[in-house]
T-cell receptor, first 113, second 112 residues
Framework: GAGVSQSPRYKVAKRGQDVALRCDPI?????LFWYQQALGQGPEFLTY????????KSGLPSDRFFAERPEGSVSTLKIQRTQQEDSAVYLC???????????FGSGTQLSVL | SQQGEEDPQALSIQEGENATMNCSYK?????LQWYRQNSGRGLVHLIL?????REKHSGRLRVTLDTSKKSSSLLITASRAADTASYFC????????????FGAGTQVVVTP
């Protein structure tokens, strides 16, 4: 596709469930980012990949959060044992290289009940 | 924690007026970017200004950067209803290549 695609668009999980969020970046984009956005706030950095290498995961809130990009294209953000505080919009973005001019997907809105 | 702080938090103007919003940041940067977000959508890149630049234009957008004050401003001229959105500044700190930090945003409402 022409843009960054995220699925699912909405996800409702019961507390304690595991969830997996998918991101299809723009073809040829080397860099991929995950951000978490709470209501009324700006995006908060979670993690960053260059090709398949996870170069920075300093923003992941806890060891329940795990991200991968095994073949350097599609990425999955996994959250284990979800908690209510995990409820947020999770945004994926990609770029040709590095942190300039990011292209964002529409996000996955996660609600943990 | 967020690096940038936008001011004002919210701005309401009429079509045709100019909208100005400011961003302050804390650490040295490589560049500063502005993004727009329509309700329920992802962010859209508007403009990037590098640390050695002072002013940049793109269509109806004008961005300034003052690295001595660690601040930037975004001016939207002759605003339109379609400019209604939240606007975020993002910085790429010079010791964290690739990692963007966003402010909390300015919510702009343009009424016809």
């Amino acid at each position: 596709g022409a843009g960054v695609s995220q699925s699912p668009r909405y996800k409702v999980a019961k507390r304690g469930q595991d969830v997996a969020l998918r991101c299809d970046p723009i073809s040829g984009h080397v860099s991929l980012f995950w951000y978490q956005q709470a209501l009324g706030q700006g995006p908060e950095f979670l993690t960053y990949f260059q090709n398949e290498a996870q170069l920075d995961k300093s923003g992941l809130p806890s060891d329940r959060f795990f991200a991968e990009r095994p073949e350097g294209s599609v990425s999955t953000l996994k959250i284990q044992r979800t908690q209510q505080e995990d409820s947020a919009v999770y945004l994926c973005a990609s770029s040709l290289q590095g942190g300039e001019k990011l292209f964002f997907g529409s996000g996955t809105q996660l609600s943990v009940l | 924690s967020q690096q940038g702080e936008e001011d004002p938090q919210a701005l309401s103007i009429q079509e045709g007026e100019n909208a100005t919003m400011n961003c302050s940041y804390k650490t040295s940067i490589n560049n500063l970017q502005w993004y727009r977000q329509n309700s329920g959508r992802g962010l859209v890149h508007l403009i990037l200004i590098r640390s050695n630049e002072r002013e940049k234009h793109s269509g109806r957008l004008r961005v300034t950067l003052d690295t001595s004050k660690k601040s930037s401003s975004l001016l939207i001229t002759a605003s339109r209803a379609a400019d209604t959105a939240s606007y975020f500044c993002a910085t790429d700190a010079d010791d964290s290549w690739g990692k963007l930090q966003f402010g909390a945003g300015t919510q702009v409402v343009v009424t016809p």
